[in-house]
């Protein structure tokens, strides 16, 4: 599957190569935001708000729904555009394939080959995307750093000079087949879909028998403006009732959505998760292949929450398609 990319060569700018973690990314934002006018530098900053914090969705941009903050990258130039995927490759993982900022471009080169595919490229493209600054970026003070678009969330908040909150966070991809665009294939979400499959696979009879849900399910429960709606009591097989081996599919499962971000940002999260592990949940409905629709699975500890659904695609008839959300009981929002 190939089509015409806007993918940009990323060097990091010389003022902000020796910073590192948040000191990077502070600059970077700054960065960013010289090489904006004054029109555009009001649509990317603004004051911290939770109404703004909640305004992500899995559906692109279009008519009136939903209705995203920020600057869309379709807007900007071309050392723009540089500028502001410089400052996002620094804020999650990189130089790791279809994960991190590599899944990020990986999303955005699926949803050019969707928009072709279908011939709707004005809703489905890699301009379609949306970068907010809620609140001013410093290592101080209370900000958020928000992007999204079709298929994809990235919510990180900052207070104190540390990430205090890494989700709500939201992937998905159409289509999950490979998608190569300027010799660079991707494929973003199939370690994800093959690391629940691994878990389930694993289990045995009487595991499975614990694990099995009841329900279906169409979607993710807690997607977009389902906030703080947890459900109260825990499903599924308990992860500290597994064998060892088990146990290290489940952390390697979260650890694909952690790991996502900048190393430095994400260990206090996975080393939450994994002392929590003992105390998680994994429950799924469907044919346990992750690749049927209406599969479903979900990873509930005390603080993480990951759910992954298997969606029948509306556009490419005889495929299905993922829908995934991370979030955290504790910090979605960074607490807010």
């Given amino acids: 599957m190939t089509r015409s990319s806007h993918r940009i060569p990323l060097t990091v700018q010389t003022d902000c190569a020796s910073a590192k973690g948040l000191d990077r990314v502070v600059c970077l934002a700054e960065a960013f935001k010289s090489t904006l006018s004054t029109d555009q530098l009001a649509t990317l900053q603004l004051s911290y708000s939770k109404t703004d914090a909640v305004k992500w969705s899995n559906f692109p941009e279009f008519a009136d729904r939903p209705r995203r903050v920020g600057i869309r990258l379709g807007t900007l130039n071309a050392v723009q555009l540089k500028a502001a995927k410089t400052l996002l490759a620094a804020a999650m993982a990189q130089n790791v394939p279809n994960e991190g900022f590599d899944e990020l471009e990986g999303n955005l080169a699926a949803d050019v080959y969707l928009g072709n595919l279908i011939g709707k490229t004005s809703t489905f493209n890699s301009g379609n995307y ?38 709500p966070s939201f992937r998905g991809v159409e289509p999950i087949a490979p998608v190569t665009m300027n010799g660079q294939t991707y494929q973003p979400e199939e370690q994800e879909r093959k690391a629940f499959a691994d878990i389930l696979g694993s289990l045995n009879n009487n595991q499975q028998a614990f694990a099995k849900l009841s329900a279906t399910f169409r979607d993710v429960l807690l997607g977009p403006g389902v906030d703080g709606q947890f459900p109260t009591t825990k499903q599924g097989v308990k992860v500290g009732d597994l064998s060892a081996s088990q146990k290290k599919l489940v952390l390697n499962a979260i650890g694909l959505y952690v790991n996502d971000l900048d190393p430095v940002m994400a260990a206090p999260a996975l080393a939450s998760y994994s002392t929590d592990l003992e105390n998680t949940y994994v429950a799924f409905s469907g044919s346990g292949t992750m690749s049927q629709p209406g599969d479903y699975v979900r990873i509930d500890g005390p603080r993480v929450w990951i759910e992954y659904s298997g969606q029948p695609s509306r556009d490419i008839p005889g495929t299905v398609h993922p829908h995934s959300v991370w979030r955290d009981r504790r910090t979605d929002y960074g607490g807010n």
């Fill in 130 to 167: 949306y970068l907010a600054f809620l609140g001013t970026p410093s290592t101080t003070g209370l900000w958020e750093l928000q992007f999204g678009g079709h298929h994809f969330a990235v919510a990180n908040t900052y207070k104190g000079g540390k990430a205090i909150g890494l989700t």
